[in-house]
C-alpha cells in the first residue's frame, strides 16, 4: 500500500489494492472449500463402494465355503470318488479360511480370489458338476 510523505495510506490506493487482492483471496477460499467437499464427497464413495465390494466378496466366499464343505461330507460319506477330489476340496478350504475377515489393509485379496475361484472350477470339474448357473449340468454358482 502506498504511503503519502507523512506515512498515511491513500484511501484510493487502498480501495484498488482490494479490489486487486479480491480475487486472489476468493479463488483460494474457494480452492479450499471445494477440496474439502471434494475430499468428503471421495470418503463418502469410497465407504459407499467399499460396502457393496465387500458385501459381493463376501458373498462369494461364503459360497465357496458352503459348496465346499456340503461336498466334504457327502464325499467323506461315499469314497467312490477317490481321494483326489477330497484333496482338492480341502486346498478350497484351506485357501478360504486364510482370507482374513477384518484386515482393510489386505493387500492381495485379488490374487487370492482368482486362486479360490480356479481351484474352485477344478472341484467343479473333479465332481463333474458345472460351475455356471443355467448349464445343463447340475448348477452350483451364482
Known amino acids: 500500500k502506498m504511503a503519502t510523505a507523512r506515512g498515511h495510506v491513500d484511501p484510493l490506493d487502498a480501495a484498488f489494492d482490494e479490489i486487486f487482492l479480491a480475487e486472489e483471496r476468493f479463488q483460494t477460499q474457494g480452492y479450499q472449500e471445494g477440496f474439502e467437499l471434494g475430499k468428503q464427497a471421495g470418503l463418502e464413495e469410497g465407504r459407499v463402494m467399499g460396502i457393496s465390494n465387500g458385501r459381493a466378496v463376501g458373498s462369494e466366499i461364503g459360497f465357496y465355503h458352503g459348496f465346499a464343505c456340503s461336498w466334504k461330507v457327502i464325499l467323506e460319506n461315499d469314497p467312490s470318488r477317490g481321494p483326489r477330489v477330497l484333496k482338492a476340496i480341502d486346498?478350497?478350504?484351506?485357501?478360504?479360511?486364510?482370507?482374513?475377515?477384518?484386515?482393510?489393509?489386505?493387500?492381495?485379496?485379488?490374487?487370492?480370489?482368482?486362486?479360490?475361484?480356479?481351484?474352485?472350477?477344478?472341484?467343479?470339474?473333479?465332481?463333474?458338476?458345472?460351475?455356471?448357473?443355467?448349464?445343463?449340468?447340475?448348477?452350483?454358482?451364482?
Do not use: H
Not at 482374513?100 to 470339474?125: H, W
Open 91 to 142: 486346498a478350497l478350504l484351506e485357501m478360504i479360511w486364510r482370507i482374513p475377515i477384518q484386515n482393510a489393509e489386505y493387500g492381495s485379496l485379488t490374487e487370492d480370489m482368482d486362486r479360490i475361484r480356479a481351484k474352485f472350477r477344478q472341484v467343479c470339474s473333479l465332481l463333474g458338476v458345472s460351475p455356471e448357473v443355467g448349464s445343463t449340468k447340475t448348477s452350483l454358482s451364482f
